[in-house]
């Protein structure tokens, strides 16, 4: 292999214990993320049916890749904002991997 290819190598993760440095560092820099969702999702404004709290019928594709900054992260959850200003929270069990291009996280 040579120096080159080397160089261009992902670093990759495999554990949210051994990530919380990488994380820090990425919701400290508000790098955007892109997260990997194990099933589609749709994300789109949720509208609320205000009498009943139920919500309403969503419209649009289902994605299973978003993007955008990472904001908040605990045991539980990370927290997403996306370019459009919509804060999502995204529990960690339904994440396959988080990436910034250069670091990929895949927990197990």
């Known amino acids: 292999m040579t120096r080159a290819k080397r160089m261009h190598r992902r670093k990759r993760i495999q554990s949210w214990k051994s990530a919380k440095p990488l994380i820090e560092r990425w919701r400290k820099s508000l790098t955007t993320v892109a997260v990997k969702l194990k ?48 804060v999502l929270v ?5 994440i396959v991997a988080i990436s910034d ?8």
Not at 40 to 53: K, L, N, T, Y
Not at 59 to 72: A, F, N, V
């Open 39 to 86: 099933q589609p999702r749709v994300i789109d404004v949720a509208s609320f049916d205000f009498v009943g709290g139920e919500p309403v019928g969503r419209k649009g594709k289902p994605t299973q890749i978003l993007r955008g900054q990472l904001i908040y992260f605990i045991n539980d959850d990370v927290t997403i904002r996306r370019p459009s200003g919509a």
């Open 90 to 94: 995204v529990d960690n069990y339904e």
């Open 101 to 108: 291009g250069k670091t990929r996280l895949e927990p197990r």
